[in-house]
């Protein structure tokens, strides 16, 4: 089933091949940063098989997006579509493509972690939309997960998180600060950025310990 779809795709993104991971990649902060020291940089996934896909794909497919509401109101269907994330894999599991949309910040606080999830949400998104275009594309064979990665949240940046009540995406910060992980349901999400299809996304949270700019985990702990 992944053959396939790898197949296709290359054939019809020849420029944004996919590449073939056998062992390790890497996931790299794509943003450019002055200083860099204390800056988390890269996350290394370990004991992985299937392919990586160039970010750029999504980069570049967003200025369609932000072109597509100029001089007209900017509406959370609009805005989510501009946001791109650090990396992208998939492998296969148990008959199903699962793809994994990843992002890396410095530190927790609820704006990069919210704007990390609007990141994965929106590359998610855009990439689905991409394949969708093969006819050997089924949505049914096919599982989004993201993966957001950050340095250990500060006592300080807990408690702000923890304090949170209704503020947009507070819930979305403590259960992630608290269980690692988030369900998002494709009823809500569909809600939200009417009139966007989007699909169930389950994330996960890395902890990162604070002042390393580089960390690897196994594939195991975020299948």
Same mark, same amino acid.
């Given at each position: 089933? $992944?053959?396939?779809?790898?197949?296709?795709?290359?054939?019809?993104?020849?420029?944004?091949?996919? #590449?073939?991971?056998?062992?390790?990649?890497?996931?790299? #902060?794509?943003?450019h940063?002055?200083?860099? $020291?204390?800056?988390?940089?890269?996350?290394t996934?370990?004991?992985?098989s299937?392919?990586?896909f160039?970010?750029s794909? $999504?980069?570049?497919?967003?200025?369609?997006?932000?072109?597509?509401?100029?001089?007209? #109101?900017?509406?959370?269907?609009h805005e989510?579509?501009?946001?791109?994330c650090?990396?992208i894999?998939?492998?296969?599991?148990?008959d199903?493509?699962?793809?994994?949309?990843?992002?890396?910040?410095s530190?927790?606080?609820?704006?990069?972690?919210?704007?990390?999830?609007d990141?994965?949400?929106?590359?998610?998104?855009?990439f689905?939309?991409?394949?969708g275009m093969?006819?050997?594309f089924?949505?049914?064979?096919?599982v989004?997960k993201g993966v957001?990665?950050s340095?250990?949240? #500060?006592?300080?940046?807990?408690?702000?998180?923890l304090?949170?009540?209704n503020?947009?995406?507070?819930?979305?910060?403590?259960?992630?600060?608290?269980?690692?992980?988030?369900?998002?349901p494709?009823?809500?999400?569909?809600?939200?950025?009417?009139?966007?299809y989007?699909?169930?996304?389950?994330i996960t949270?890395?902890?990162?310990?604070?002042?390393?700019q580089?960390?690897?985990i196994?594939?195991a702990?975020?299948?």
């Open positions: 089933m $992944i053959d396939r779809l790898i197949k296709d795709f290359n054939k019809l993104y020849p420029a944004y091949k996919a #590449e073939s991971i056998n062992g390790s990649c890497d996931i790299e #902060e794509t943003e940063v002055i200083d860099s $020291i204390g800056q988390f940089r890269k996350l996934i370990n004991h992985i299937g392919w990586q160039p970010n794909i $999504i980069k570049d497919n967003t200025s369609f997006y932000s072109k597509s509401h100029r001089n007209n #109101e900017l509406k959370p269907c989510i579509l501009t946001k791109d650090d990396g894999y998939c492998i296969e599991k148990e199903k493509i699962v793809f994994y949309f990843c992002e890396l910040k530190s927790f606080t609820s704006q990069n972690i919210i704007k990390a999830k990141q994965i949400v929106g590359s998610a998104l855009k689905v939309g991409l394949l093969m006819k050997c089924e949505m049914e064979n096919i989004v957001i990665a340095h250990k949240a #500060e006592i300080e940046q807990r408690n702000a998180i304090h949170l009540r503020e947009k995406g507070g819930k979305f910060c403590k259960d992630l600060l608290v269980n690692k992980t988030y369900k998002m494709h009823q809500k999400c569909m809600e939200y950025w009417d009139p966007l989007c699909m169930d996304i389950d949270y890395i902890c990162v310990p604070n002042k390393q580089a960390f690897s196994d594939i702990s975020i299948i």
